[in-house]
């Protein structure tokens, strides 16, 4: 079938080059344009458009418009301060602590504080311990502890420490007048 990009909706393209079949894994899917008004990413919910029947996600294509459906990845990203980060298979029902440990568990300059899961469908930032589930695509990232520059440190205090010498000597000082 001819389209016409200038003219053609979203949901027409579930009925050319693969169709819905092409387009199951939706949830990561993307819609990019270079449209002037709207130029970039724009959000639209694939999931609602063809397996709800949402007509508000149905958009008009223009010349140019891409649409992305990455394959969806049954693994958990876990990257940063733990012993083997990689790619990790999903679980369902796993928890964040069970994905840790089956990477060998925190190295010794992990900040286990400021751990985070970033949701693979929003891309949101979310603490281990607010995590509801962890979904397939998600990445747990573990920073490393901030340096310390101990010789930073002691400058500093000594510094504070000789202005409130000094002002004690001050007070005492005037104090004695």
């Known amino acids: 079938q001819a389209i016409d990009p200038e003219f053609q909706r979203l949901r027409s393209m579930a009925n050319v080059q693969g169709g819905i079949e092409a387009m199951r894994d939706l949830e990561y899917a993307y819609f990019k344009t270079k449209s002037r008004e ?39 990203n876990v990257t940063g301060e733990v012993r083997y980060p990689g790619l990790i298979p999903f679980v369902p029902g ?13 190295s010794w300059n992990a900040d286990q504080g400021k751990a ?3 949701k693979g ?37 000594s510094a504070v420490l000789g202005q409130l010498a000094t002002f004690i000597i001050l007070a ?6």
């Open 38 to 76: 709207k130029r970039g990413v724009m959000a639209v919910d694939f999931e609602r458009l063809f397996v709800e029947g949402d007509l508000t996600q149905d958009i008009l294509l223009k010349h140019g418009d891409s649409i992305v459906i990455p394959k969806k990845m049954e693994m958990v």
């Open 94 to 106: 796993e928890g964040v602590n069970a994905y840790i440990d089956r990477t060998g568990g925190y």
């Open 116 to 118: 985070r899961v970033i």
């Open 121 to 157: 469908k929003t891309g949101v930032w979310v603490k281990l311990d607010k995590v509801e589930k962890v979904e397939a695509g998600d990445t747990i990232f573990v920073p490393e502890k901030a340096e310390r520059d101990w010789w930073e440190i002691v400058r500093d205090t």
């Open 172 to 177: 005492q000082s005037i104090a004695g007048l």
